[in-house]
């Protein structure tokens, strides 16, 4: 089956686009030749929404993921969902307002790894708040002075930009690889790096917002020991928005 197409790559704020149902896999999952959903991958949730069909009515979206060829994104109906038909053109439609909430995430997470330059072995990204584990041996920093740097970062409004280097670009390159445990999206030939301003350059398939003012202000939550060296920050929104 041909490779969808992943729309998000090139432009993270599309929220919904017109498609072609290329098949059905043995889950009842869709397959489309071309996808804004975001696929759960590198500590980001897969994204949620509707699959609007021309003939009227909706089929609700409980996640997306990578199917066994890795080109596919599988879009999970919600369970007893009427579905779709193979060659059907129909419209995926993202539940936006999460989507955009873990594009603020996500990139906050990027800010907290240059306020804290330890090694990262682990992440999680939501829709509430977010966390990195980092590899660090003697005491964290205060949590008041790490969300004071962090929301320094946010207020200066860094421009957000991708780029693209080959897989032995970055294999000459090891420094710009931040985490321990999870390996940059590599095997297609070539490797996303994400910019923040000349502050930060990291490889990441994620999504993210276009500059940091667009994050708004960030709390950090519980700092947690979670072994000899590894200690557990977590950041989540300062308010309700």
């Known amino acids: 089956m041909p490779a969808t197409e992943l729309l998000f790559r090139q432009d993270a704020y599309l929220p919904e686009t017109e498609a072609k149902v290329l098949g059905i ?28 069909r021309a003939g009227g009515g909706s089929v609700p979206i409980a996640t ?21 038909e193979p060659g059907e053109t129909v419209r995926a ?9 873990h594009m603020r995430i996500h990139t906050g997470l990027h800010l907290l790894s240059v306020v804290l330059p330890f090694p990262v072995t682990g992440g999680q990204i939501g829709a509430e708040e977010g966390r990195l584990d ?46 321990m445990k999870v390996k940059p999206p590599m095997g297609s030939g070539r490797v996303r790096l994400v910019r923040i301003g000349d502050i930060d350059l990291q490889p990441c398939g994620g999504t993210h917002v276009r500059a940091t003012g667009e994050i708004g202000r960030l709390a950090i939550g519980k700092i947690e020991n979670k072994g000899k060296q590894n200690r557990r920050v977590r950041i989540r929104f300062a308010d309700a928005g």
Do not use: C, M
Request: proline share 7%; hydrophobic share 40%; glycine share 10%.
């Open 25 to 52: 896999n043995d889950r009842r999952g869709i397959i489309l030749d071309r996808t804004v959903f975001y696929a759960t991958g590198g500590g980001q949730p897969g994204d949620t929404g509707a699959i609007a």
């Open 64 to 84: 997306a993921v990578y199917g066994e060829d890795k080109g596919e994104v599988v879009h999970v109906p919600a369970e007893g969902a009427a579905l779709p």
């Open 93 to 101: 439609v993202l539940d936006w307002t999460r989507r955009h909430r």
């Open 134 to 179: 980092f590899d660090i041996d003697g005491e964290v920093p205060p949590k008041d002075e790490i969300e004071e740097k962090l929301n320094a970062l946010v207020a200066a409004n860094h421009p957000v930009t991708s780029e693209w280097i080959t897989d032995e670009e970055l294999l000459a390159n090891p420094g710009l690889v931040k985490t």
